[in-house]
């Protein structure tokens, strides 16, 4: 069984900061790429970043320039680092991973969500 717990979240400031983690575990070979998606209320759950095991990245249009994906692969973490956020980043946010368990074994595991509320 495979885990991944997130941590982070919380209300912030518009134009403040916060850092998302997340955290896999249990039965895993390794991680290919890892990411996070945000799910606002009445909106479908999108995209927001994408790394993979070696460090390519990817961003929505909407927080390039203002998020910074990172991981440990080490660790099998993955950070989300939010700066000059805006209220339209408030969400639930869910960290994704696509684990290798063993030989022609993968799945794909989501995190239970962070709420990250920006508000003054």
């Known amino acids: 069984q495979v885990q991944l717990v997130e941590s982070g979240g919380g209300l912030v400031q518009p134009g403040g900061s916060l850092t998302l983690s997340c955290a896999a575990s249990g039965s895993i070979t390794s991680i290919n790429a890892m990411g996070w998606y945000r799910q606002a209320p009445g909106k479908e759950r999108e995209l927001v970043a994408s790394i993979t095991r070696g460090g390519s990245t990817n961003y929505a249009d909407s927080v390039k320039g203002r998020f910074t994906i990172s991981r440990d692969n080490a660790q099998n973490t993955v950070h989300l680092h939010m700066y000059s956020l805006r209220p339209e980043d408030t969400a639930v946010y869910y960290c994704?991973?696509?684990?290798?368990?063993?030989?022609?074994?993968?799945?794909?595991?989501w995190g239970q969500g962070t709420l990250v509320t920006v508000s003054s």
């Open positions: 994704n991973a696509d684990v290798v368990l063993g030989p022609n074994r993968r799945l794909q595991v």
